[in-house]
Structure formats: structure tokens, C-alpha cells
């Protein structure tokens, strides 16, 4: 059974910092590409960052360029996000997803094309 937990959100001051994690369990994680999304109230579900497989090439939104890490250790089957110099604009619910192969921009700018997800985690960021 295919399965992604995330893990690590929380309620953060501006400028603060958060590191997500989605642990993912039922498939041959190598072999997958991991992306984090995040849907605020009201607004679509986008695309922030995305790692591939075996040569860890990544991808970021503008919106988190320079502020956020992706990072993936697959002797533990886990995809990090490590989310420095928060915005209140960063408030949303963060969730996880996998793609067999693939390259990492596809995967990001189309997450309706993904069927795989974790339960999410809240991300708040406010004073």
C-alpha cells in the first residue's frame, strides 16, 4: 500500500523557521521523484518543490527561491523541506506526492496530473 506521511508543520512568527518531512512507505522510493505542494484557503494547490530520483536535481517556485530546501535521504524514505525566513503568505496546508522517473518542473507545475498524496501538514505563519 502506497503511503506518504507528512510531518512538521506549525504555527511560526515571520521570518521564523519550519523543516517538513514526508516519509513515504509501499513502493521503491529510489525510483520516485517527490514534490511538496501547498493549497492556502481559496486558492489552488501549487507546486514548491520538487526532487528527482538517483541525480537529486530539484526544482523551486520563484515564490521560495532562497528560502526553502529540498533535500531527500533514501535510506529513510524521506523528502525534507526546510522552510527558512517564513512569510505569512507561506500560510497554507503542505503535502507531499510521488511520480515514478520524471523530471522535477513537469511534476511541479502540474500537480493535477498526480494521484499519489500524504494527508498534509498546517503550515502558519503569523505574528
Known amino acids: 500500500q502506497v503511503q506518504l506521511v507528512e510531518s512538521g508543520g506549525g504555527l511560526v512568527q515571520p521570518g521564523g523557521s519550519l523543516r517538513l518531512s514526508c516519509t513515504a512507505s509501499?513502493?521503491?522510493?529510489?525510483?520516485?521523484?517527490i514534490g511538496w505542494f501547498r493549497q492556502a484557503p481559496g486558492k489552488r494547490r501549487e507546486g514548491v518543490s520538487c526532487?528527482?530520483?538517483?541525480?537529486?536535481?530539484?526544482y523551486y517556485a520563484d515564490s521560495v527561491k532562497g528560502r526553502f530546501t529540498i533535500s531527500r535521504d533514501n535510506n529513510k524514505n524521506t523528502v525534507y523541506l526546510q522552510m527558512n525566513n517564513l512569510e505569512p503568505e507561506d500560510t497554507a496546508v503542505y503535502s507531499c506526492?510521488?511520480?515514478?522517473?520524471?523530471?522535477?518542473?513537469?511534476?511541479?507545475?502540474?500537480?493535477?496530473?498526480?494521484?499519489?498524496w500524504g494527508q498534509g501538514t498546517q503550515v502558519t505563519v503569523s505574528s
Open positions: 506526492s510521488a511520480r515514478f522517473g520524471g523530471t522535477v518542473r513537469p511534476m511541479c507545475n502540474t500537480p493535477s496530473q498526480l494521484d499519489t
Open positions: 526532487i528527482s530520483t538517483q541525480d537529486g536535481s530539484t
Open positions: 509501499g513502493f521503491t522510493f529510489d525510483y520516485y521523484a
